[in-house]
Structure formats: structure tokens, C-alpha cells
């Protein structure tokens, strides 16, 4: 008889986005005719650039003969985007990192879940609440996290809550932990961390001898100078800190998967008996034996990125975005209501008018606006009086969707 991996079953059963859906299914059965308009599911909508496209179709002909058919690539990624990455993500910004530190992949949510398989079950962690839900779930189902309490939190998870009080920058823990899950800009809060906040990270990391799992998957969304795009720009983050880039929200690649996950030479975990193992031919040797590569043509796409037309294209969308952002801030605002993040991050996250729970204001909004946002209480406990709204609309929709709430209030 075949066990199961009980780990598994300690998961709640539904997805919040299945919930939400549910709900707004629900709704949708009782008026079928009323438009709903979704500032939901983080979930981007404008097409890719005409680089991206240009540089599909170049691919796809490629594959179309036998000179240049391409079949299985190396697990790593191809040379082509791994220099790319290297140079204007990386040498850009004064940072020198290695080709075979560079991990190209399918999206950042498999490495983000995936490369906690490198420590033992045992470790500690401690994640950002409200968070990603990505970074415990996967923690779950190795049996890292514990047990689930009946106030959502995990029994060997360690929470470190952002709020409206510490202006959702995370205190730093109180007890030792082997390993911080750290997203900036945040995911779903909107907030990001400036240099000198993100120093603190680093050098808690270097002092305690843990390890920083750093999602910089916003990155392109980052306006202000004094906002790292990147952990390395922080002195000694190299011996700590893994970090995970995606071009889905950078260049609208949700549907095309690609992204990169960097691993420093010099970043290691210990064996219980001291001895120091370096975490890069670790993860090679994951990669090798359980990822295929990310396919040639989604990596030639991503490759025409860095191109300065594609540079421009991309950053043309992100504007465009980020015009939302600014527009939603000012209209929430204006209508009375708190509204946070947004200026470096794709997200806005408002406080609930009077207390009200996060889920009973997602009905409000769903009912009288025909709106729907994310409840904040579905990315761990501190998100509880809070929603997010994404600014992943079109302007038209996005504003008529300002409009209605506007109106309701
Ligand atoms: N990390 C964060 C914080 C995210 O919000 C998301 C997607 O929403 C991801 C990672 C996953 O990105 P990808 O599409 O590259 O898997």
C-alpha cells in the first residue's frame, strides 16, 4: 500500500482565487446581465510588443527546418538570454555575477516553491504577512510549516506582519531564523523596501547565518532611485540571498513562461555536522534531473526584451500600468478611503472602511459596484481589513471601474 504525502492533505482545500471565483459566479447566476469588472486576479491584459512577437515568429521558423531546429536546451538556459540577463539586469546596476549563476525557468512561482527542497525539513522560516501564498504552501508540503492554527497561522512558520502601523516594512524577528522569505516590491501589498531597509535584511542575514529568498518579480515596476532593483546591489547579499526574477508582470509573459532564478556562488547551507555546501551545484543538479528547460522560443522572446526596442515596448506597458496605479490612488483616496502601495508596485492595497472584514467588503464591492477586488485576509492573517486592487486593467476599464466605486460611496 502506497502512503500519501499527508503534508498535502494539511492544505486548505480551496485556492482564494477559486473562492473568489465562486463568488462571483454566484453573482453572475443571480444577474446575468450586469457587467462585473475585475481588479482581482494578478493577471496582466495588454498584448505582448511587437519585439517579443518579431522575435516569436523568427523562432518558430527556425524550428521549421533542420539547420536550425533546436531540441531539448540546456537546463540552465540558453547562453544568448543568460547574457543578456547578465548584462542589463545585472551589469547595469554595477553588479558582476557569473553565467552559471543565472537559472532561466518557467516563471518564478516554480523556483520560489521549489527551491526550498535545497534545506532540510527542519529549518525555520519566516515569511512576510500578508504574503505570496507560493512560499508557505510549498513549505506545507514537505512538512516544513507545521500545522495550521485556528487563526491561519502555521505552527512552525514564523510571521512577520506588515501594517498600516510599521507602513508594511516588517520588523525584524525577534528569534533566530535559518530562512526569510522577503518580496519587494510587494506582492500584495504594493509596498517596496528602500536600500537602506532592504541593508537591515541583508545584515540580519550575514549576522544570524540565514538565508534570504528574495522575489524581486515587480522589479520593473520600481520608480524611485532609492529602491533597489535588485538584493546584490546590497553589500554581502551574495553570500545570502537568492533571488527570483519573472518577466511575466515585466513584459507580459504569463502566458509565454519565462523568468530567471540567481544563485551565487558563494551562498551555502550547512550539514549538521558544520560542513558548509554551496547552494549553486546544488540547484544545477536539481534543475538537471527535474526541470526540462524553459523552450527556445519562449527564451529567444525574452532575449528581445533587452533589445532597445524592446526595452522601450516594454517599458511603454509598465507606464501604462502604473498610469492606472496612479489614477486608482488618487480616486480611492479622494473618496475617502486609505490606499497603499502603488507607487512602485503594480498593486494597491486599501484598508476596509470601519473595521469591516475583508471578505464582507469584497461582497460590497461585488454587490453595489460589480467590482472585484482580492480579499486581503486570503494572503495570510495580517491581510484581514484590507483588499488588493490591481492595476493590471485596461485605462478604459480600470476608470469606469473607479467610477462605479466612486458612486457607490
Ligand atoms: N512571485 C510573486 C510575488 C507573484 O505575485 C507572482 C505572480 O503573481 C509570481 C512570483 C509568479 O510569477 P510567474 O508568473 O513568473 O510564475
Redesign the pocket.
Request: aromatic letters at 22%; charged letters at 20%.
Given at each position: 500500500m502506497a502512503l500519501v504525502n499527508d503534508h498535502f492533505l494539511k492544505l486548505p482545500n480551496n485556492y482564494l482565487f477559486a473562492d473568489i471565483a465562486k463568488k462571483v459566479n454566484a453573482f453572475k447566476a443571480q444577474h446575468p446581465k450586469t457587467d462585473i469588472i475585475s481588479l482581482g486576479i494578478?493577471d496582466v491584459t495588454q498584448p505582448l510588443c511587437p519585439a517579443v512577437i518579431e522575435a516569436l515568429h523568427r523562432a518558430t521558423d527556425e524550428m521549421g527546418t533542420a539547420a536550425s531546429f533546436r531540441g531539448y536546451g540546456p537546463e540552465q538556459g540558453y547562453d544568448f538570454l543568460r547574457d543578456a540577463i547578465l548584462k542589463n539586469d545585472f551589469l547595469a546596476r554595477g553588479i558582476h555575477l557569473d553565467r552559471d549563476e543565472i537559472f532561466v525557468n518557467?516563471?518564478?512561482?516554480?523556483d520560489?516553491g521549489n527551491f526550498q527542497e535545497l534545506i532540510r525539513w527542519d529549518n525555520s522560516i519566516a515569511v512576510t504577512d500578508p504574503i505570496?501564498p507560493?512560499y508557505i504552501d510549498s513549505n506545507v508540503m514537505i512538512g516544513r510549516a507545521g500545522v495550521k492554527g485556528d487563526d491561519g497561522r502555521w505552527s512552525n512558520v514564523i510571521y512577520l506582519p506588515c501594517t498600516a502601523e510599521n507602513g508594511f516594512v516588517p520588523e525584524l524577528p525577534s528569534q533566530r531564523v535559518d530562512v526569510i522569505y522577503l518580496?519587494y516590491p510587494n506582492?500584495p501589498t504594493g509596498t517596496a523596501l528602500t536600500r537602506d531597509q532592504l541593508k537591515l535584511w541583508v545584515n540580519y542575514a550575514i549576522k544570524n547565518d540565514a538565508l534570504i529568498f528574495y522575489?524581486a518579480?515587480?522589479e520593473a515596476y520600481i520608480r524611485h532611485d532609492d529602491v533597489p532593483h535588485s538584493i546584490y546591489e546590497i553589500k554581502g547579499a551574495r553570500k545570502v540571498a537568492v533571488e527570483?526574477h519573472?518577466?511575466?508582470?515585466t513584459a507580459g509573459?504569463?502566458g509565454v513562461?519565462c523568468?530567471y532564478t540567481v544563485v551565487p556562488k558563494e551562498i551555502s547551507a550547512a550539514t549538521l555536522t558544520g560542513e558548509r555546501i554551496a547552494l549553486n551545484p546544488l540547484w544545477n543538479r536539481r534543475q538537471c534531473t527535474k526541470f526540462n528547460g524553459t523552450s527556445y522560443l519562449s527564451q529567444r522572446a525574452a532575449e528581445a526584451i533587452y533589445t532597445p526596442e524592446g526595452r522601450q515596448q516594454v517599458q511603454r506597458t509598465i507606464d501604462y500600468y502604473m498610469q492606472n496605479a496612479a489614477h486608482m490612488k488618487e480616486a480611492l483616496t479622494a473618496i475617502g478611503l486609505h490606499v497603499y502601495g502603488g507607487n512602485d508596485a503594480p498593486y494597491l492595497w486599501v484598508q476596509t472602511p470601519g473595521g469591516m472584514t475583508s471578505w464582507r467588503f469584497f461582497e460590497q464591492m461585488l454587490y453595489n459596484a460589480h467590482v472585484v477586488c482580492t480579499p486581503g485576509v486570503g494572503f495570510g492573517p495580517s491581510g484581514e481589513g484590507y483588499v488588493r486592487l490591481t492595476a493590471f486593467g485596461s485605462h478604459e476599464r480600470t476608470e469606469e471601474a473607479l467610477d462605479r466605486i466612486a458612486r457607490f460611496y
Open positions: 494578478g518557467d516563471g518564478a512561482k516554480s520560489t505570496y507560493v518580496c506582492n522575489d518579480a515587480y527570483f519573472s518577466y511575466s508582470k509573459f504569463t513562461r523568468g
